[in-house]
């Protein structure tokens, strides 16, 4: 039986995220590494600390265009380090989304269509770390 218990103690983030709250984001990141954490692990308030920093947050952008039709594809690529136990672990997560339409607007070309792209290419890259 595991007796080691974990908390989050710290969330960095050294990308940002165009339109969303610094505290939201924030506690975004703290409730996913919980969730991911306690798969595996205890969780208590007077544990052994996590540390977790978001290195980097990229959304290349690609597309075709044929006449009033445009396909865009937009890859989202999140890279994290996440310190546990004393030990570094780096991970990486990247979500694809491709969207169709006419006269296609991207309204933010730094971050992905719904944030929710970036939710799930960050769950990848902490699962990616805490593998």
Do not use: H, W
Request: hydrophobic fraction near 40%.
């Amino acid at each position: 039986m595991n007796l080691v218990c974990y908390f989050v103690a710290s969330v960095l983030s050294l990308a940002t995220l165009d339109g969303v709250d610094a505290n939201k984001f924030t506690f975004g990141v703290r409730q996913m590494t919980e969730e991911i954490i306690s798969d595996k692990f205890s969780l208590c308030s007077d544990g052994n600390p996590i540390n977790v920093t978001v290195l980097s947050i990229e959304s290349p952008t690609s597309g075709v265009q044929i006449g009033p039709f445009e396909m865009v594809s937009k890859k989202t690529v999140v890279k994290v380090k996440v310190e546990m136990g004393g030990k570094e672990y780096y991970g990486e997560g990247t979500n694809k989304t491709t969207a169709k339409s006419t006269l296609l607007q991207l309204q933010d070309e730094n971050i992905p269509f719904e944030r929710t792209e970036f939710s799930v290419a960050l769950k990848k890259a902490l699962e990616n770390a805490l593998d």
